[in-house]
C-alpha cells in the first residue's frame, strides 16, 4: 500500500481515498495564507485542493485540462476570455462551475471565499501561460494542510 503524508497531522492519504474524514471547516481553518493551495485528498491522479480566495488572481490558462471549482463558503467571480470575447461567471455558496482546458480564465473574491478545486495531480496554480504574477499570488501545485 502506497502513502502520502499531506499535513504535519500525520492525515495519510492512500491512493484510492483519504483514510480519515476531513472536516472542511476545520482544514480552512488550519491556514490563512490566500491564493495558495492546499493538497486535502487525491482521487486517482486528481488532486482535491482547498483554497481561500481574496482580491485578484491572475489570467492563466491550463491547456490540457478543466479546472472544478466549488464554493464552499462566500462568493468568488471567474472571469473567461473565450473566441475572442470575455465574459464573468457569478458563483455564490454552493456553486460549482468547470472552466474547459485551454480557456484562460481569472479568478477573483471582493469579499473573500473557500474554494475546493479539482486538478490533475502536478497543476501549477498559475497554468501553463500566464500574464505577471503578483506577489500575492502564490505559484504552486500545492502544500501540505
Known sequence: MRFLTLASRSRAVQSGGVTTPIDLA?????FTQTWSPRLAAQVNDY???????????????HNDTDELFLVIDGDMHIELREDGTERTVALRQGSLFVVPRGTYH???SHDGAHVLLVEPTGTLSVGDDH???????????????
Open 47 to 61: 488532486d482535491i485542493r482547498l483554497a481561500k480566495f481574496a482580491g485578484e488572481h491572475v489570467w492563466h490558462v
Open 106 to 108: 481569472k479568478p477573483s
Open 26 to 30: 476545520q482544514a480552512f481553518a488550519s
Open 131 to 145: 500574464d505577471e504574477v503578483p506577489a500575492h499570488v502564490d505559484i504552486t501545485t500545492g502544500h501540505a494542510l
